[in-house]
């Protein structure tokens, strides 16, 4: 295997990390960032006001690109493992 190839990998097993990663830790973010702006203006400090909502945010999120995120995984174990008979593992 090149270094061209082992780079190649890398680059496209990053871009799949961002892409199944991405909408649910942004989601989580997003939502967490609108609570704890409406913690501080009323003052009320409940930890539990904070994780109930990222979490229905998540899975929602979840719920609604889980279609694309099995696509993309698995495209992308295909092209992992065309490439590794292409090379010439077993």
């Not at 097993?13 to 913690?39: R, T, Y």
């Not at 295909?78 to 090379?87: E, P, S």
Request: with cysteine; net charge negative.
């Amino acid at each position: 295997m090149q270094e061209a190839d082992v780079a190649a990998a890398l680059r496209d097993s990053l871009l799949v990390v961002l892409k199944l990663g991405g909408p649910p830790l942004l989601a989580g973010l997003a939502v967490g960032l609108v609570i704890s702006v409406v913690q501080a203006v009323t003052q009320i400090n409940e930890a539990t006001l904070a994780f109930v909502p990222k979490m229905i945010a998540v899975c929602a999120v979840l719920a609604l690109t889980g279609s694309f995120m099995l696509i993309t995984l698995s495209d992308y174990a295909t092209r992992l493992f065309d490439r590794l008979v292409a090379i010439g593992g077993s």
